[in-house]
């Protein structure tokens, strides 16, 4: 990584300059940057000579989203963070929205992506990320498919190749079944449009009332955004049967543990009263003895999830007019066939 900065000193910028995608939001970005330096948001500061206290707060909204006394060290920031990486610092103004805190989900909840958008990139050979307009609360469709969007950490991000592919491509017939079975109504998806239109380009908006007043201010208070089906529910509330929705969310709300305020926070959980369980002695540790038909049988199994995986990233494929996955990531060649060649009189 880089030494100490100075505008005075020759530049030297960090060691995987990673640069933030178009309409990729803030944290998405900064979240990739660490991940590939392996440090912490605040180590990274730290080591760029940013104000630390930055690094423990909501930066989403750039300056917007700061007491004013912190708009120096936030533009300080945006300069480190652009010379870092070498880019302008307009690239990473970019990054911030220009909304209320209250038309944002929370950070911890800022989870939802496009499976089709992941997967195409995936397919490309790019990053996984968030985008801007997924992190509003009104948000639950990719404006690019029309798809609903899928909680990001369902998805195994810590695999590579056909098995995130095939996950995707999964993922992805899911949010169709979402879609096909609900049926939202072109009215409420253009209202939806129009409402996120005006969240991402207010500039656009200047000197008009804000679209829709009444439906903005039923999905900052709703409750869905801390329910576990969160993308179901808004898809209800967006389709014929949108009462059905409201009392769900009357149901869910006495239940709940968080609740949204309209500062864009959520209250404390509150601790219910502690249980006595009764100790009970703990399970025999079972010997675990090498069966060879049993590892037999589990490579079998493997194997035909494999193939399973080959067959609905291919059909996947077809169905979308994209092109077919690389077959250097299907092997011909087993491990078992790799292994039966290294004994001796089966070669």
Not at 110 to 117: D, P
Not at 253 to 266: K, M, Q, V
Not at 268 to 289: D, N
Request: net charge positive.
């Amino acid at each position: 990584m880089a030494a100490k900065w100075s505008p005075n000193l020759e530049p030297e910028t960090l060691a995987f300059p990673i640069k933030p995608r178009r309409d990729e939001a803030f944290d998405s970005w900064l979240s990739r940057l660490t991940a590939a330096h392996r440090v912490s948001r605040a180590q990274l500061f730290r080591h760029l000579e940013i104000a630390p206290g930055l690094s423990r707060l909501d930066l989403a909204r750039g300056k917007g989203g700061l007491d004013p006394a912190l708009h120096a060290a936030c533009d300080a920031m945006v300069e480190r963070l652009a010379w870092a990486v070498e880019i302008d610092p307009e690239q990473i103004n970019a990054t911030f929205l220009a909304c209320e805190a209250e038309a944002l989900l929370p950070s911890a909840h800022r989870h939802y992506v496009c499976a089709l958008c992941c997967y195409e990139a995936h397919l490309a050979g790019g990053p996984i990320i968030v985008r801007r307009e997924w992190i509003f609360r009104a948000t639950w469709l990719c404006s690019l498919h029309g798809l609903p969007l899928t909680d990001m950490r369902s998805l195994p991000l810590e695999d590579t190749g056909r098995q995130l592919q095939a996950f995707l491509a999964h993922a992805v017939m899911r949010s169709r079944r979402i879609q096909w079975k609900i049926k939202p109504t072109s009215a409420a998806l253009a209202r939806n449009k129009t409402v996120i239109d005006c969240l991402m380009r207010p500039s656009d908006w200047v000197g008009l009332a804000p679209p829709y007043q009444r439906y903005q201010e039923q999905f900052v208070a709703n409750q869905y955004h801390f329910a576990r089906e969160r993308i179901g529910m808004l898809a209800l509330a967006h389709s014929p049967r949108t009462k059905a929705a409201h009392r769900f969310e009357r149901m869910i709300a006495t239940r709940l543990a968080e609740r949204p305020l309209t500062e864009g926070r959520i209250e404390t959980p509150v601790r219910g009263a502690l249980r006595l369980r009764t100790c009970k002695l703990p399970k025999p540790r079972s010997k675990w003895t090498c069966d060879i038909f049993a590892l037999i049988a589990t490579y079998g199994t493997v194997r035909q999830r494999q193939e399973k995986e080959r067959e609905l990233a291919a059909e996947f494929a077809r169905y979308e007019g994209l092109p077919l996955p690389p077959t250097a990531a299907w092997p011909s060649r087993s491990l078992l066939d790799a292994a039966n060649l290294a004994v001796p009189g089966l070669a």
